[in-house]
T-cell receptor, first 116, second 113 residues
Framework: EPEVTQTPSHQVTQMGQEVILRCVPI?????FYWYRQILGQKVEFLVS????????KSEIFDDQFSVERPDGSNFTLKIRSTKLEDSAMYFC??????????????FGPGTRLTVL | GEDVEQSLFLSVREGDSSVINCTYT??????LYWYKQEPGAGLQLLTY?????DMKQDQRLTVLLNKKDKHLSLRIADTQTGDSAIYFC?????????????FGKGTSLLVTP
């Protein structure tokens, strides 16, 4: 069964450093998402991406964040200058169409980001 | 933003039924979902219900929706130790242009032998 993959599984970085989290969505999917989950808190939507542009973003997704689909397979989330509060589990998701009852978002296993 | 609330922990004995509850505030919620997360794994869709339904059954899983009270529940019949995981309630609505999912904090289900 096709699946969403994410690398690395765990990333440790120093505050102020740039990090790039990588995702390979399911190959025929067209919509891509990033979510994050701070330890002990709920999973929060960050951004959705379609046709090489952001279609929706939350208030969390400020100028420190950017997304890119650099080639036909990868979908990346960049945090330009990490802060302690960026420590979280980051989930990538993809779907063929906009999520509906029968075409839901498929999630990757997550990347745990630890900012020291 | 709109809230989705769940109790944080539930412990049941193997063979018993588990009921995980969720409440939400967005009256325009269109689709409601239950996701399961096992340790080290991603979020796996278990089941979903459309807001014009009040019940859906899928093998051991029964979803009940009380739209008036904005209450969603997931019943797992004959719970097994392999059902131990975190269960997330999520909703989305037509008001979200990208159909972003709005999640609860998750309920940790522990199934004891």
């Amino acid at each position: 069964e096709p699946e969403v993959t994410q690398t690395p599984s765990h990333q440790v970085t120093q505050m102020g450093q740039e990090v790039i989290l990588r995702c390979v969505p399911i190959s025929n999917h067209l919509y891509f998402y990033w979510y994050r989950q701070i330890l002990g808190q709920k999973v929060e939507f960050l951004v959705s991406f379609y046709n090489n542009e952001i279609s929706e973003k939350s208030e969390i997704f400020d100028d420190q964040f950017s997304v890119e689909r650099p080639d036909g397979s990868n979908f990346t989330l960049k945090i330009r200058s990490t802060k302690l509060e960026d420590s979280a589990m980051y989930f990538c998701a993809s779907t063929f169409t906009r999520a509906s009852s029968t075409d839901t978002q498929y999630f990757g296993p997550g990347t745990r980001l630890t900012v020291l | 933003g709109e809230d989705v609330e769940q109790s944080l922990f539930l412990s049941v004995r193997e063979g018993d039924s588990s009921v995980i509850n969720c409440t939400y505030t967005d009256s325009s919620s269109t689709y409601l979902y239950w996701y399961k997360q096992e340790p080290g794994a991603g979020l796996q869709l278990l089941t979903y219900i459309f807001s014009n339904m009040d019940m859906k059954q899928d093998q051991r899983l029964t979803v009940l929706l009380n739209k008036k009270d904005k209450h969603l529940s997931l019943r797992i019949a004959d719970t097994q130790t392999g059902d131990s995981a975190i269960y997330f309630c999520a909703e989305t609505s037509n008001s979200n242009s990208g159909y972003a999912l709005n999640f609860g904090k998750g309920t940790s289900l522990l199934v004891t032998p």
